[in-house]
């Protein structure tokens, strides 16, 4: 079905369900349209983009963001408190075509029933719920654990006692934004001294993306 919106209309004047209407044939209609989906990103309204998605990078972060996924070798991520997984599902899509057959991203959301009501945006990755099955991420194929703009410190400390992998990718907003996240993503006060900062990236203007390993790995093969 052919999109009833093209993306040269002033999306401002769009109301929220014909924002989601489009969204939702973007990313129906196959990962090739991930470009047109940041481009229709660009022209909403705020509040609706940080609805449906708190960071809205350009082709070029998520670009980055796969050169540094790749070098550290992580293809399988859980995104806790993923929401839609509308980032996650542009992760996937900005793959190129081999690395996106290799490549999985799963959410861990709360709230089974909220997320599965008509009062939800959809979902656009697969959900696992936390009263279903907590111990997702103790699973040995989970690379890494991925936390966007979370704000919850306790439940952050619960799921790294959980998690036994390698690698964590934090979020959240540069200093002096105004916007408080907990874990920070360069000041995530880590417990134990466990992690290492290895790569941090900035994605538009407001926003970084911290990658940490556990020093236990990194510290293999120091001289």
């Known amino acids: 079905m052919p999109s009833s919106l093209g993306l040269s209309s002033v999306f401002i004047m769009w109301d929220e369900e014909t924002v989601l209407h489009e969204i939702y044939y973007l990313?129906?209609?196959?990962?090739?349209?991930?470009?047109?989906?940041?481009?229709?990103?660009?022209?909403?309204?705020?509040?609706?983009?940080?609805?449906?998605?708190?960071?809205?990078?350009t082709d070029g972060d998520l670009l980055?963001?796969?050169?540094?996924?790749?070098?550290?070798?992580?293809?399988?991520?859980?995104?806790?408190?993923?929401?839609?997984g509308l980032l996650e599902w542009l992760l996937t899509a900005s793959a190129s075509?081999?690395?996106?057959?290799?490549?999985?991203?799963?959410?861990?959301e709360v709230d089974r029933n909220w997320w599965q009501s008509k009062y939800s945006v959809q979902s656009f990755i697969p959900l696992t719920y936390v009263e279903d099955n907590r111990l997702m991420m103790i699973d040995d194929h989970c690379d890494a654990l991925l936390f966007c703009y979370f704000n919850n410190?306790?439940?952050?400390?619960?799921?790294?006692?959980?998690?036994?992998?390698?690698?964590?990718?934090?979020i959240g907003p540069k200093?002096?934004?105004?916007?408080?996240?907990?874990?920070?993503?360069?000041?995530?006060?880590?417990?134990?001294h466990e992690w290492r900062l290895r790569e941090q990236l900035n994605w538009t203007e407001a926003n970084i993306v911290a990658f940490y390993e556990r020093s236990s790995v990194v510290e293999v093969g120091i001289n």
Do not use: M
């Not at 047109?36 to 809205?56: F, P």
């Not at 980055?64 to 992580?74: A, M, N, T």
């Not at 200093?175 to 134990?192: A, F, M, S, V, W």
């Open 27 to 57: 990313t129906s209609e196959g990962f090739d349209n991930w470009r047109k989906l940041l481009a229709l990103g660009e022209r909403i309204e705020q509040h609706l983009k940080r609805k449906l998605l708190w960071i809205w990078p």
């Open 64 to 84: 980055k963001c796969h050169k540094v996924l790749e070098s550290f070798r992580i293809s399988h991520i859980l995104s806790i408190g993923c929401g839609s």
């Open 97 to 108: 075509p081999q690395r996106r057959s290799q490549i999985t991203l799963h959410g861990l």
């Open 153 to 170: 410190r306790p439940a952050f400390l619960d799921y790294l006692k959980l998690y036994q992998g390698n690698w964590l990718i934090l």
């Open 175 to 192: 200093p002096g934004r105004g916007i408080h996240t907990d874990p920070n993503p360069l000041q995530p006060q880590l417990p134990n």
